[in-house]
Protein backbone atom coordinates (compact mmCIF):
# COMPACT_ATOMS: atom_id res chain seq x y z
CA UNK A 1 0.00 0.00 0.00
CA UNK A 2 1.12 3.84 -0.49
CA UNK A 3 2.32 5.74 2.75
CA UNK A 4 0.12 8.17 4.07
CA UNK A 5 0.30 11.32 3.12
CA UNK A 6 -1.98 14.16 3.61
CA UNK A 7 -1.98 18.17 4.63
CA UNK A 8 -4.70 18.98 7.12
CA UNK A 9 -4.45 22.52 7.11
CA UNK A 10 -2.04 25.71 6.05
CA UNK A 11 -2.08 28.93 8.03
CA UNK A 12 -0.24 32.19 6.85
CA UNK A 13 0.96 34.46 9.27
CA UNK A 14 0.58 37.89 7.32
CA UNK A 15 1.15 41.52 8.24
CA UNK A 16 -2.73 42.16 8.57
CA UNK A 17 -3.19 38.73 10.24
CA UNK A 18 -3.67 35.18 10.32
CA UNK A 19 -5.10 33.10 7.43
CA UNK A 20 -6.18 29.39 7.83
CA UNK A 21 -7.25 26.88 5.52
CA UNK A 22 -8.42 23.70 6.89
CA UNK A 23 -8.25 20.12 4.33
CA UNK A 24 -10.55 17.78 5.63
CA UNK A 25 -12.23 16.13 2.83
CA UNK A 26 -10.13 13.47 0.50
CA UNK A 27 -10.88 15.80 -2.34
CA UNK A 28 -10.60 19.67 -1.97
CA UNK A 29 -11.07 22.13 -4.55
CA UNK A 30 -9.72 25.53 -4.53
CA UNK A 31 -11.82 27.57 -6.95
CA UNK A 32 -11.78 30.73 -8.55
CA UNK A 33 -10.78 32.49 -11.28
CA UNK A 34 -7.46 33.61 -12.31
CA UNK A 35 -5.21 36.09 -10.44
CA UNK A 36 -6.95 35.10 -6.77
CA UNK A 37 -3.83 33.73 -5.58
CA UNK A 38 -4.48 29.66 -5.97
CA UNK A 39 -1.13 29.09 -7.28
CA UNK A 40 0.46 31.80 -4.91
CA UNK A 41 -1.39 29.30 -2.26
CA UNK A 42 0.33 25.97 -3.31
CA UNK A 43 3.66 27.37 -3.90
CA UNK A 44 3.37 28.73 -0.23
CA UNK A 45 2.68 24.75 0.38
CA UNK A 46 5.65 23.87 -1.34
CA UNK A 47 8.13 26.14 0.05
CA UNK A 48 6.71 25.18 3.87
CA UNK A 49 8.17 21.58 2.93
CA UNK A 50 11.64 23.23 2.54
CA UNK A 51 11.60 22.98 -1.19
CA UNK A 52 12.50 25.67 -3.81
CA UNK A 53 9.52 27.50 -4.81
CA UNK A 54 8.11 30.58 -6.94
CA UNK A 55 6.71 33.34 -4.81
CA UNK A 56 4.29 35.82 -5.94
CA UNK A 57 4.92 39.82 -4.69
CA UNK A 58 2.04 39.63 -2.43
CA UNK A 59 4.24 36.86 -0.20
CA UNK A 60 7.02 38.31 0.21
CA UNK A 61 5.79 41.53 1.05
CA UNK A 62 3.12 40.63 3.07
CA UNK A 63 3.23 37.19 4.53
CA UNK A 64 5.54 36.12 7.31
CA UNK A 65 6.13 32.66 7.85
CA UNK A 66 3.88 29.51 6.48
CA UNK A 67 2.96 26.98 8.80
CA UNK A 68 1.72 23.05 7.97
CA UNK A 69 0.05 20.80 9.86
CA UNK A 70 1.04 17.65 8.10
CA UNK A 71 0.33 13.45 8.43
CA UNK A 72 3.10 12.00 7.40
CA UNK A 73 4.04 8.17 7.68
CA UNK A 74 3.17 7.29 11.05
CA UNK A 75 4.05 11.06 12.06
CA UNK A 76 1.90 14.16 12.87
CA UNK A 77 3.64 17.45 12.39
CA UNK A 78 3.32 20.81 12.19
CA UNK A 79 6.30 22.74 9.98
CA UNK A 80 6.47 26.35 10.27
CA UNK A 81 8.58 28.44 7.91
CA UNK A 82 9.70 32.38 7.83
CA UNK A 83 9.64 33.70 4.15
CA UNK A 84 12.61 35.81 6.15
CA UNK A 85 16.03 35.54 3.96
CA UNK A 86 17.55 35.29 7.12
CA UNK A 87 15.34 33.16 8.92
CA UNK A 88 14.26 30.80 6.31
CA UNK A 89 16.63 28.26 6.15
CA UNK A 90 15.45 26.72 9.49
CA UNK A 91 12.12 25.04 9.91
CA UNK A 92 9.98 25.36 13.40
CA UNK A 93 8.82 21.54 13.97
CA UNK A 94 6.55 20.21 16.42
CA UNK A 95 5.41 16.72 16.92
CA UNK A 96 1.73 16.51 17.23
CA UNK A 97 1.44 13.52 18.65
CA UNK A 98 3.39 14.19 21.75
CA UNK A 99 2.76 17.91 21.35
CA UNK A 100 6.58 17.91 21.60
CA UNK A 101 8.55 21.05 20.36
CA UNK A 102 11.62 19.36 18.21
CA UNK A 103 14.69 21.09 17.77
CA UNK A 104 14.83 23.27 14.38
CA UNK A 105 15.67 21.67 11.07
CA UNK A 106 17.66 23.29 8.69
CA UNK A 107 16.85 23.39 5.26
CA UNK A 108 20.19 22.57 3.63
CA UNK A 109 22.26 19.67 4.45
CA UNK A 110 22.98 20.74 8.32
CA UNK A 111 21.55 18.10 10.70
CA UNK A 112 18.87 18.27 11.70
CA UNK A 113 18.05 18.42 8.47
CA UNK A 114 14.17 18.48 7.34
CA UNK A 115 14.99 16.67 4.40
CA UNK A 116 16.14 13.62 6.39
CA UNK A 117 13.08 13.87 8.53
CA UNK A 118 10.61 13.76 6.10
CA UNK A 119 12.77 10.72 3.73
CA UNK A 120 12.70 8.81 6.97
CA UNK A 121 8.76 9.50 7.64
CA UNK A 122 8.18 7.96 4.01
CA UNK A 123 10.50 5.15 4.99
CA UNK A 124 13.21 6.36 2.66
CA UNK A 125 17.08 6.61 3.79
CA UNK A 126 17.96 10.23 2.80
CA UNK A 127 21.46 9.04 1.70
CA UNK A 128 20.44 7.57 -1.90
CA UNK A 129 21.77 8.31 -4.99
CA UNK A 130 20.74 8.87 -8.54
CA UNK A 131 23.64 7.24 -10.85
CA UNK A 132 23.17 8.15 -14.48
CA UNK A 133 23.85 4.86 -16.79
CA UNK A 134 26.99 6.53 -18.45
CA UNK A 135 28.44 8.30 -15.65
CA UNK A 136 31.23 8.44 -13.80
CA UNK A 137 30.16 10.17 -10.88
CA UNK A 138 28.27 8.49 -7.76
CA UNK A 139 24.86 10.17 -9.31
CA UNK A 140 22.93 13.32 -7.12
CA UNK A 141 21.59 12.97 -3.85
CA UNK A 142 17.84 12.23 -4.11
CA UNK A 143 15.82 13.92 -1.63
CA UNK A 144 12.58 15.41 -0.34
CA UNK A 145 12.14 17.31 -3.24
CA UNK A 146 12.78 15.37 -5.97
CA UNK A 147 9.74 13.57 -4.09
CA UNK A 148 7.64 16.29 -4.00
CA UNK A 149 7.99 16.28 -7.70
CA UNK A 150 5.64 13.12 -7.99
CA UNK A 151 3.15 14.75 -5.81
CA UNK A 152 2.85 18.08 -6.79
CA UNK A 153 1.93 19.18 -10.49
CA UNK A 154 2.96 23.20 -11.00
CA UNK A 155 0.37 25.30 -13.03
CA UNK A 156 3.87 26.01 -15.40
CA UNK A 157 4.64 22.27 -16.06
CA UNK A 158 0.82 21.08 -16.01
CA UNK A 159 0.74 21.53 -19.90
CA UNK A 160 4.05 21.03 -21.10
CA UNK A 161 6.15 18.60 -18.21
CA UNK A 162 6.02 15.68 -16.32
CA UNK A 163 7.88 15.61 -13.10
CA UNK A 164 11.05 18.01 -15.39
CA UNK A 165 10.80 15.14 -17.95
CA UNK A 166 12.03 17.96 -20.04
CA UNK A 167 15.37 18.59 -18.48
CA UNK A 168 17.86 15.99 -19.11
CA UNK A 169 19.96 16.75 -16.30
CA UNK A 170 17.39 15.58 -13.71
CA UNK A 171 16.44 12.26 -15.87
CA UNK A 172 18.17 9.98 -13.56
CA UNK A 173 16.52 11.45 -10.40
CA UNK A 174 13.45 11.28 -11.94
CA UNK A 175 13.72 7.56 -13.06
CA UNK A 176 15.75 6.78 -10.02
CA UNK A 177 12.54 8.46 -7.95
CA UNK A 178 10.07 6.66 -10.30
CA UNK A 179 11.59 3.20 -9.80
CA UNK A 180 11.89 3.92 -5.66
CA UNK A 181 8.76 4.63 -4.97
CA UNK A 182 7.19 1.35 -6.99
CA UNK A 183 9.51 -0.93 -5.06
CA UNK A 184 11.08 -1.59 -8.63
CA UNK A 185 14.83 -0.45 -7.26
CA UNK A 186 15.99 0.03 -3.16
CA UNK A 187 18.51 1.41 -1.15
CA UNK A 188 21.11 -1.50 -1.92
CA UNK A 189 20.13 -1.36 -6.11
CA UNK A 190 20.87 2.40 -5.74
CA UNK A 191 24.06 2.18 -3.92
CA UNK A 192 25.06 -0.11 -6.36
CA UNK A 193 25.13 1.88 -9.38
CA UNK A 194 26.56 4.71 -7.60
CA UNK A 195 29.18 2.20 -6.63
CA UNK A 196 29.58 0.89 -10.24
CA UNK A 197 29.70 4.91 -11.33
CA UNK A 198 32.45 5.85 -9.11
CA UNK A 199 34.51 2.80 -9.82
CA UNK A 200 34.12 3.85 -13.48
CA UNK A 201 35.60 7.29 -12.56
CA UNK A 202 38.18 5.89 -10.51
CA UNK A 203 39.31 3.47 -13.43
CA UNK A 204 39.01 5.91 -15.60
CA UNK A 205 41.43 8.23 -13.79
CA UNK A 206 43.73 5.67 -12.84
CA UNK A 207 44.23 4.77 -16.67
CA UNK A 208 44.53 8.18 -17.98
CA UNK A 209 47.35 8.57 -14.96
CA UNK A 210 48.77 5.16 -16.35
CA UNK A 211 48.82 6.57 -20.30
CA UNK A 212 50.59 9.35 -19.12
CA UNK A 213 53.29 7.99 -17.10
CA UNK A 214 53.92 5.29 -19.76
CA UNK A 215 53.88 8.30 -22.49
CA UNK A 216 56.83 10.37 -20.38
CA UNK A 217 58.83 7.01 -19.65
CA UNK A 218 58.43 6.51 -23.66
CA UNK A 219 59.64 10.42 -24.37
CA UNK A 220 62.62 9.72 -22.02
CA UNK A 221 64.08 7.25 -24.32
CA UNK A 222 63.15 4.12 -22.07
CA UNK A 223 61.06 1.28 -23.72
CA UNK A 224 60.70 -0.86 -21.31
CA UNK A 225 61.60 -1.34 -17.55
CA UNK A 226 65.00 -4.37 -18.50
CA UNK A 227 66.16 -0.88 -20.08
CA UNK A 228 66.26 0.83 -17.74
CA UNK A 229 67.50 -2.06 -15.15
CA UNK A 230 70.19 -2.73 -17.58
CA UNK A 231 71.02 0.79 -17.63
CA UNK A 232 71.11 1.37 -13.71
CA UNK A 233 73.46 -1.99 -13.76
CA UNK A 234 76.00 -0.04 -15.69
CA UNK A 235 76.31 3.26 -13.78
CA UNK A 236 76.80 1.11 -10.84
CA UNK A 237 79.66 -0.26 -12.20
CA UNK A 238 81.29 2.92 -13.26
CA UNK A 239 80.31 4.17 -9.97
CA UNK A 240 82.51 0.85 -7.82
CA UNK A 241 85.04 1.84 -10.74
CA UNK A 242 85.64 5.37 -10.31
CA UNK A 243 85.39 5.07 -6.73
CA UNK A 244 88.43 2.25 -6.64
CA UNK A 245 90.26 4.45 -8.33
CA UNK A 246 89.80 7.29 -6.16
CA UNK A 247 90.96 5.07 -3.23
CA UNK A 248 93.94 4.14 -5.19
CA UNK A 249 95.13 7.65 -5.64
CA UNK A 250 94.04 8.78 -1.89
CA UNK A 251 96.67 5.99 -0.80
CA UNK A 252 98.95 7.01 -3.62
CA UNK A 253 99.02 11.33 -2.69
CA UNK A 254 100.55 10.60 0.76
CA UNK A 255 102.99 14.32 1.32
CA UNK A 256 106.59 13.79 -0.17
CA UNK A 257 108.68 15.01 2.59
CA UNK A 258 112.33 15.28 2.74
CA UNK A 259 114.57 16.99 5.23
CA UNK A 260 115.21 20.76 3.20
CA UNK A 261 111.47 20.24 2.02
CA UNK A 262 110.61 20.12 5.98
CA UNK A 263 112.81 23.06 7.00
CA UNK A 264 110.95 24.78 4.22
CA UNK A 265 107.67 24.47 5.72
CA UNK A 266 108.62 25.03 9.10
CA UNK A 267 110.66 28.46 8.11
CA UNK A 268 107.50 29.18 6.17
CA UNK A 269 105.33 28.31 9.22
CA UNK A 270 107.29 30.53 11.95
CA UNK A 271 107.89 33.03 8.91
CA UNK A 272 103.96 33.50 8.94
CA UNK A 273 103.88 33.26 12.63
CA UNK A 274 105.97 36.37 12.78
CA UNK A 275 104.49 38.05 9.88
CA UNK A 276 101.40 38.08 12.24
CA UNK A 277 103.02 38.99 15.54
CA UNK A 278 104.24 42.28 13.56
CA UNK A 279 100.77 43.24 11.94
CA UNK A 280 99.17 42.25 15.49
CA UNK A 281 102.24 45.51 17.10
CA UNK A 282 101.47 47.59 14.57
CA UNK A 283 97.84 47.24 14.79
CA UNK A 284 98.79 48.17 18.83
CA UNK A 285 100.85 51.26 18.01
CA UNK A 286 98.36 52.63 15.75
CA UNK A 287 96.04 52.51 18.37
CA UNK A 288 98.78 53.96 21.07
CA UNK A 289 99.41 56.74 18.74
CA UNK A 290 95.83 58.27 18.10
CA UNK A 291 95.23 57.98 21.65
CA UNK A 292 98.37 60.39 22.50
CA UNK A 293 97.22 62.25 19.77
CA UNK A 294 94.04 62.93 20.87
CA UNK A 295 95.15 63.77 24.58
CA UNK A 296 97.61 66.49 23.00
CA UNK A 297 94.65 67.49 21.48
CA UNK A 298 93.33 68.41 24.24
CA UNK A 299 96.17 69.55 26.52
CA UNK A 300 96.72 72.03 23.66
CA UNK A 301 93.01 73.19 23.84
CA UNK A 302 92.95 73.77 27.93
CA UNK A 303 96.38 75.78 27.26
CA UNK A 304 94.62 77.95 24.76
CA UNK A 305 91.79 78.54 26.90
CA UNK A 306 93.92 80.07 29.61
CA UNK A 307 96.01 81.79 27.53
CA UNK A 308 92.54 83.57 26.19
CA UNK A 309 91.49 83.50 30.06
CA UNK A 310 94.29 85.72 31.18
CA UNK A 311 94.02 87.77 27.48
CA UNK A 312 90.43 88.58 28.29
CA UNK A 313 91.31 89.66 32.19
CA UNK A 314 94.47 91.97 30.52
CA UNK A 315 91.79 93.63 28.42
CA UNK A 316 89.05 93.99 30.58
CA UNK A 317 91.43 95.75 33.43
CA UNK A 318 91.50 98.67 31.51
CA UNK A 319 88.03 99.46 30.94
CA UNK A 320 85.57 101.82 33.48
CA UNK A 321 82.44 100.99 33.16
CA UNK A 322 79.62 103.69 33.76
CA UNK A 323 76.83 101.44 33.72
CA UNK A 324 75.95 97.61 34.83
CA UNK A 325 76.55 95.20 32.01
CA UNK A 326 73.92 93.30 33.95
CA UNK A 327 71.18 95.61 34.97
CA UNK A 328 71.98 98.88 32.69
CA UNK A 329 71.91 101.32 35.72
CA UNK A 330 74.41 103.75 36.68
CA UNK A 331 77.19 103.13 38.75
CA UNK A 332 79.02 106.55 38.19
CA UNK A 333 77.03 108.10 41.28
CA UNK A 334 78.11 105.57 43.74
CA UNK A 335 80.84 105.25 46.41
CA UNK A 336 83.58 103.43 45.87
CA UNK A 337 86.21 102.95 48.32
CA UNK A 338 89.68 103.62 47.58
CA UNK A 339 91.91 100.52 45.90
CA UNK A 340 88.48 98.89 45.41
CA UNK A 341 86.60 97.79 41.49
CA UNK A 342 84.45 100.01 40.39
CA UNK A 343 81.95 97.02 39.61
CA UNK A 344 81.97 95.02 42.02
CA UNK A 345 83.41 97.06 45.11
CA UNK A 346 85.70 94.30 45.99
CA UNK A 347 89.86 95.16 46.33
CA UNK A 348 91.13 96.03 42.84
CA UNK A 349 94.09 93.67 42.43
CA UNK A 350 97.45 94.33 41.82
CA UNK A 351 99.06 94.30 37.82
CA UNK A 352 100.26 90.44 37.81
CA UNK A 353 103.59 90.11 36.13
CA UNK A 354 103.96 89.59 32.88
CA UNK A 355 107.19 87.49 32.73
CA UNK A 356 106.04 85.27 35.70
CA UNK A 357 104.17 81.82 34.26
CA UNK A 358 101.30 80.58 36.37
CA UNK A 359 101.39 77.06 37.57
CA UNK A 360 98.74 75.65 35.95
CA UNK A 361 100.48 76.61 32.19
CA UNK A 362 103.80 74.83 33.32
CA UNK A 363 101.98 71.71 33.94
CA UNK A 364 99.97 72.09 30.54
CA UNK A 365 103.01 72.84 28.98
CA UNK A 366 105.04 69.91 30.45
CA UNK A 367 102.53 67.18 29.43
CA UNK A 368 102.17 68.59 26.02
CA UNK A 369 106.37 67.98 25.56
CA UNK A 370 105.98 64.74 27.37
CA UNK A 371 102.98 63.79 24.82
CA UNK A 372 105.23 65.12 21.84
CA UNK A 373 108.26 62.47 23.40
CA UNK A 374 105.81 59.31 23.16
CA UNK A 375 104.21 60.33 19.88
CA UNK A 376 108.04 60.65 18.14
CA UNK A 377 108.87 57.15 20.00
CA UNK A 378 105.55 55.41 18.46
CA UNK A 379 106.23 56.82 15.35
CA UNK A 380 109.93 55.26 14.88
CA UNK A 381 108.73 51.91 16.10
CA UNK A 382 105.77 51.90 13.44
CA UNK A 383 108.69 52.39 10.86
CA UNK A 384 110.54 49.40 12.30
CA UNK A 385 107.89 47.67 12.25
CA UNK A 386 106.54 48.53 8.60
CA UNK A 387 110.59 47.22 7.23
CA UNK A 388 110.08 43.86 9.38
CA UNK A 389 106.62 43.20 7.99
CA UNK A 390 108.17 43.91 4.33
CA UNK A 391 111.09 41.57 4.88
CA UNK A 392 108.46 39.00 6.33
CA UNK A 393 106.20 39.06 3.50
CA UNK A 394 109.30 38.47 1.05
CA UNK A 395 110.58 36.01 3.08
CA UNK A 396 107.09 34.11 2.86
CA UNK A 397 106.94 34.41 -0.48
CA UNK A 398 109.91 33.35 -1.40
CA UNK A 399 109.45 30.39 0.75
CA UNK A 400 106.21 29.57 -0.63
CA UNK A 401 107.69 29.54 -4.33
CA UNK A 402 110.61 27.31 -3.71
CA UNK A 403 107.98 24.34 -1.78
CA UNK A 404 105.76 24.59 -4.84
CA UNK A 405 109.27 23.82 -7.19
CA UNK A 406 109.62 21.07 -5.03
CA UNK A 407 106.14 19.52 -4.84
CA UNK A 408 104.43 20.14 -8.79
CA UNK A 409 106.68 17.72 -10.44
CA UNK A 410 105.74 14.93 -8.08
CA UNK A 411 102.16 15.82 -6.93
CA UNK A 412 100.06 17.37 -10.20
CA UNK A 413 99.95 14.34 -12.58
CA UNK A 414 98.51 12.73 -9.54
CA UNK A 415 96.11 15.13 -8.73
CA UNK A 416 94.59 15.34 -12.45
CA UNK A 417 94.31 11.63 -12.25
CA UNK A 418 91.81 12.43 -8.73
CA UNK A 419 89.85 15.16 -10.59
CA UNK A 420 89.35 12.59 -13.34
CA UNK A 421 87.92 9.74 -11.32
CA UNK A 422 85.63 12.19 -9.11
CA UNK A 423 84.72 13.87 -11.78
CA UNK A 424 83.44 10.19 -13.24
CA UNK A 425 81.94 9.39 -9.88
CA UNK A 426 80.00 12.08 -9.65
CA UNK A 427 78.72 11.70 -13.36
CA UNK A 428 78.20 7.99 -12.41
CA UNK A 429 75.92 8.83 -9.45
CA UNK A 430 74.13 11.48 -11.13
CA UNK A 431 73.23 8.39 -13.75
CA UNK A 432 72.61 6.57 -11.00
CA UNK A 433 69.63 8.97 -9.86
CA UNK A 434 68.14 9.22 -13.07
CA UNK A 435 67.74 5.35 -13.61
CA UNK A 436 66.43 4.98 -9.64
CA UNK A 437 63.63 8.01 -10.58
CA UNK A 438 62.95 6.11 -14.32
CA UNK A 439 62.94 2.86 -11.84
CA UNK A 440 60.23 4.89 -9.76
CA UNK A 441 58.11 5.94 -12.38
CA UNK A 442 57.90 2.30 -13.57
CA UNK A 443 57.35 1.35 -10.32
CA UNK A 444 54.08 3.99 -10.35
CA UNK A 445 53.08 2.10 -13.76
CA UNK A 446 53.06 -1.10 -12.06
CA UNK A 447 51.11 0.25 -9.10
CA UNK A 448 48.62 2.20 -11.19
CA UNK A 449 48.01 -1.21 -13.83
CA UNK A 450 47.31 -3.15 -10.73
CA UNK A 451 44.72 -0.45 -9.47
CA UNK A 452 43.33 0.05 -12.06
CA UNK A 453 42.95 -4.35 -12.09
CA UNK A 454 41.19 -4.32 -8.87
CA UNK A 455 39.33 -1.41 -9.80
CA UNK A 456 38.26 -3.41 -12.65
CA UNK A 457 38.14 -6.79 -10.30
CA UNK A 458 35.86 -4.47 -7.93
CA UNK A 459 32.99 -2.87 -10.66
CA UNK A 460 33.00 -6.39 -12.19
CA UNK A 461 31.92 -7.77 -8.69
CA UNK A 462 29.48 -5.48 -8.02
CA UNK A 463 28.16 -5.44 -11.07
CA UNK A 464 27.14 -9.28 -10.92
CA UNK A 465 25.60 -7.82 -7.81
CA UNK A 466 23.52 -5.55 -9.14
CA UNK A 467 22.49 -7.53 -11.74
CA UNK A 468 21.59 -10.37 -9.27
CA UNK A 469 19.79 -8.16 -7.50
CA UNK A 470 17.77 -6.63 -10.60
CA UNK A 471 16.92 -10.18 -11.74
CA UNK A 472 14.98 -10.75 -8.31
CA UNK A 473 12.91 -7.27 -9.35
CA UNK A 474 12.31 -8.13 -12.84
CA UNK A 475 9.11 -10.07 -12.08
CA UNK A 476 7.45 -7.40 -10.37
CA UNK A 477 9.10 -4.46 -12.50
CA UNK A 478 7.34 -6.10 -15.34
CA UNK A 479 3.88 -6.65 -13.68
CA UNK A 480 3.85 -2.85 -12.38
CA UNK A 481 4.88 -1.51 -15.76
CA UNK A 482 2.49 -3.49 -17.24
CA UNK A 483 -0.30 -2.91 -14.94
CA UNK A 484 0.05 0.99 -15.15
CA UNK A 485 0.39 1.37 -18.69
CA UNK A 486 -3.02 -1.08 -19.13
CA UNK A 487 -4.39 1.55 -16.66
CA UNK A 488 -2.54 4.84 -18.27
CA UNK A 489 -4.61 3.41 -21.51
CA UNK A 490 -7.70 2.69 -19.46
CA UNK A 491 -7.79 5.86 -17.87
CA UNK A 492 -7.00 7.75 -21.25
CA UNK A 493 -10.21 5.87 -23.23
CA UNK A 494 -12.23 7.13 -20.02
CA UNK A 495 -11.21 10.85 -20.43
CA UNK A 496 -11.73 10.45 -24.05
CA UNK A 497 -8.52 12.69 -24.78
CA UNK A 498 -9.14 13.69 -28.34
CA UNK A 499 -6.22 12.69 -30.91
CA UNK A 500 -5.26 9.42 -28.84
CA UNK A 501 -5.71 6.59 -30.55
CA UNK A 502 -3.03 4.34 -28.37
CA UNK A 503 -1.96 4.84 -25.08
CA UNK A 504 0.40 3.59 -22.81
CA UNK A 505 3.87 3.61 -20.78
CA UNK A 506 7.52 3.63 -21.92
CA UNK A 507 9.29 0.76 -19.86
CA UNK A 508 12.76 2.63 -19.81
CA UNK A 509 11.63 6.18 -19.46
CA UNK A 510 8.21 5.78 -17.52
CA UNK A 511 6.34 8.52 -19.61
CA UNK A 512 3.31 8.38 -21.45
CA UNK A 513 3.05 7.31 -25.08
CA UNK A 514 0.92 8.26 -26.89
CA UNK A 515 0.51 6.82 -30.45
CA UNK A 516 3.38 4.94 -30.57
CA UNK A 517 5.35 8.41 -29.56
CA UNK A 518 7.09 8.73 -25.89
CA UNK A 519 6.18 12.01 -24.11
CA UNK A 520 8.86 14.71 -24.97
CA UNK A 521 9.50 18.62 -26.11
CA UNK A 522 8.69 17.74 -29.40
CA UNK A 523 5.96 15.33 -29.73
CA UNK A 524 3.15 16.71 -27.78
CA UNK A 525 -0.49 17.14 -28.10
CA UNK A 526 -2.62 20.79 -27.80
CA UNK A 527 -2.17 22.20 -24.63
CA UNK A 528 -5.39 20.76 -23.22
CA UNK A 529 -5.34 17.31 -24.44
CA UNK A 530 -1.53 17.48 -22.80
CA UNK A 531 -2.96 18.70 -19.56
CA UNK A 532 -5.67 15.97 -19.99
CA UNK A 533 -2.98 13.23 -20.82
CA UNK A 534 -0.87 14.49 -17.79
CA UNK A 535 -4.01 14.21 -15.14
CA UNK A 536 -4.58 10.37 -16.47
CA UNK A 537 -1.00 9.68 -16.29
CA UNK A 538 -1.04 10.69 -12.43
CA UNK A 539 -4.35 8.67 -11.33
CA UNK A 540 -3.12 5.77 -12.89
CA UNK A 541 -0.07 5.70 -10.98
CA UNK A 542 -1.93 5.92 -7.93
CA UNK A 543 -4.21 3.70 -8.65
CA UNK A 544 -1.56 1.14 -9.34
CA UNK A 545 0.62 2.30 -6.18
CA UNK A 546 -2.67 2.04 -4.13
CA UNK A 547 -3.32 -1.51 -5.45
CA UNK A 548 0.38 -3.16 -4.79
CA UNK A 549 1.71 -3.95 -1.72
CA UNK A 550 5.46 -3.05 -1.13
CA UNK A 551 5.39 1.03 -2.55
CA UNK A 552 6.45 3.77 -0.87
CA UNK A 553 4.45 6.25 -3.29
CA UNK A 554 2.71 8.67 -0.70
CA UNK A 555 -1.09 8.70 -1.39
CA UNK A 556 -1.52 12.49 -2.07
CA UNK A 557 -1.96 14.96 -5.38
CA UNK A 558 -1.58 18.54 -5.24
CA UNK A 559 -2.83 19.82 -8.70
CA UNK A 560 -2.83 23.44 -10.00
CA UNK A 561 -5.42 24.59 -12.58
CA UNK A 562 -5.71 22.07 -14.98
CA UNK A 563 -8.56 23.93 -16.57
CA UNK A 564 -6.23 26.55 -17.42
CA UNK A 565 -5.68 24.71 -20.56
CA UNK A 566 -8.58 22.70 -20.95
CA UNK A 567 -10.76 25.95 -21.49
CA UNK A 568 -14.42 24.95 -23.17
CA UNK A 569 -13.12 21.30 -23.09
CA UNK A 570 -16.17 20.55 -20.77
CA UNK A 571 -16.27 16.73 -21.66
CA UNK A 572 -12.42 16.53 -20.43
CA UNK A 573 -13.06 18.36 -17.28
CA UNK A 574 -16.02 16.26 -16.38
CA UNK A 575 -14.67 13.29 -17.04
CA UNK A 576 -11.52 14.43 -15.16
CA UNK A 577 -13.51 15.02 -11.88
CA UNK A 578 -15.23 11.97 -12.28
CA UNK A 579 -12.52 9.89 -12.42
CA UNK A 580 -10.58 11.81 -9.38
CA UNK A 581 -14.20 11.39 -7.70
CA UNK A 582 -14.17 7.90 -7.91
CA UNK A 583 -10.10 7.38 -6.86
CA UNK A 584 -10.98 9.22 -3.29
CA UNK A 585 -13.62 7.49 -2.69
CA UNK A 586 -12.22 3.72 -3.54
CA UNK A 587 -10.34 4.01 -0.45
CA UNK A 588 -11.98 6.64 2.35
CA UNK A 589 -9.35 7.92 3.87
CA UNK A 590 -6.28 7.12 2.35
CA UNK A 591 -5.58 9.18 -0.26
CA UNK A 592 -6.05 13.56 -0.44
CA UNK A 593 -5.83 15.38 -3.68
CA UNK A 594 -6.13 19.30 -3.70
CA UNK A 595 -6.77 21.16 -6.76
CA UNK A 596 -6.98 24.59 -7.43
CA UNK A 597 -9.03 25.29 -10.45
CA UNK A 598 -11.60 27.62 -12.05
CA UNK A 599 -15.30 27.40 -10.90
CA UNK A 600 -16.47 24.20 -11.61
CA UNK A 601 -20.25 23.07 -12.68
CA UNK A 602 -22.58 22.88 -10.08
CA UNK A 603 -23.41 18.93 -10.67
CA UNK A 604 -20.03 18.23 -9.09
CA UNK A 605 -20.08 20.32 -6.51
CA UNK A 606 -21.52 17.53 -4.04
CA UNK A 607 -18.36 15.23 -4.60
CA UNK A 608 -15.75 16.88 -3.06
CA UNK A 609 -15.05 19.78 -0.73
CA UNK A 610 -14.77 22.67 -2.34
CA UNK A 611 -13.30 26.30 -1.26
CA UNK A 612 -14.26 29.76 -3.33
CA UNK A 613 -12.24 32.63 -4.08
CA UNK A 614 -12.92 35.98 -5.48
CA UNK A 615 -10.89 39.05 -5.94
CA UNK A 616 -13.25 40.28 -2.57
CA UNK A 617 -12.18 36.86 -0.76
CA UNK A 618 -8.38 36.06 -2.07
CA UNK A 619 -6.41 33.16 -0.73
CA UNK A 620 -4.60 35.90 1.25
CA UNK A 621 -7.74 37.20 2.36
CA UNK A 622 -6.10 39.75 5.22
CA UNK A 623 -4.37 41.85 2.26
CA UNK A 624 -6.65 43.94 0.09
CA UNK A 625 -6.81 42.76 -3.34
CA UNK A 626 -5.69 44.99 -5.66
CA UNK A 627 -8.31 44.27 -8.34
CA UNK A 628 -8.12 42.54 -11.66
CA UNK A 629 -6.39 44.56 -13.77
CA UNK A 630 -3.36 45.09 -11.10
CA UNK A 631 -2.59 41.34 -11.30
CA UNK A 632 0.45 39.82 -12.81
CA UNK A 633 0.14 36.46 -12.45
CA UNK A 634 3.61 33.79 -11.83
CA UNK A 635 3.53 32.90 -14.70
CA UNK A 636 3.97 36.01 -16.13
CA UNK A 637 6.48 37.83 -13.82
CA UNK A 638 8.34 35.94 -10.86
CA UNK A 639 8.90 38.28 -7.51
CA UNK A 640 11.32 36.52 -5.99
CA UNK A 641 12.78 32.79 -5.72
CA UNK A 642 13.28 31.17 -2.92
CA UNK A 643 15.75 28.35 -2.59
CA UNK A 644 16.53 25.39 -0.38
Known amino acids: MTVRFRIDSVSLDTTEGRVEYRFASDLTVLAGPTGVGKTTLLELIKFGFGAKATLAPVATAHVDSVTLEIRIGEEQLRLVRSLDKAKSGTVRVTDLITQERLPDHYVGDKQPALNTRLMQSLGLPDDMRAAGSKSKREGPRITFNDILAYLYIPQSEINRDIAHSQETFREPKRRAVFELLFGLTDSEILKLRSEINRLNGAIDAAETEHHTVVKFLRDSGTSSREEAEL ?172 LDQRTAQRVAPRLQAFSDASEQAATAKAEQHHWEAVLRQWDVVADLQGTADLLSNERNDTERQLETVQQT ?72 AMRNSETTYPAFLLIDSPQLALNAENNLTAAMYRRLTTQVDAQPGRLQIIIADNKLPASYRGYHAQIDFDYSRPTVSTITHPGPAQVTTIGESVSTTQEE
Open 473 to 544: LQQRRERILNEISEEFDATVRAFGIPGVVTAAIDNEKYLPVLNGKIFSRDNQLAGGTTTATQVAYWCSLLSV
Open 231 to 402: AQARVQLAQTEAQNQLAKLRDSLDPVADRETQTLRDLLTETERGLADTRAADADLSRRHAQYTAERRRVQGDLDRLGRMRDAGERLADIEFTVCPRCMQSIQQRKVPHGACRLCLQDDPVQPDKGQDQYEIRQLTAQLAEMDEQITAVSVQQEALLRATTERERLIAHLTTM
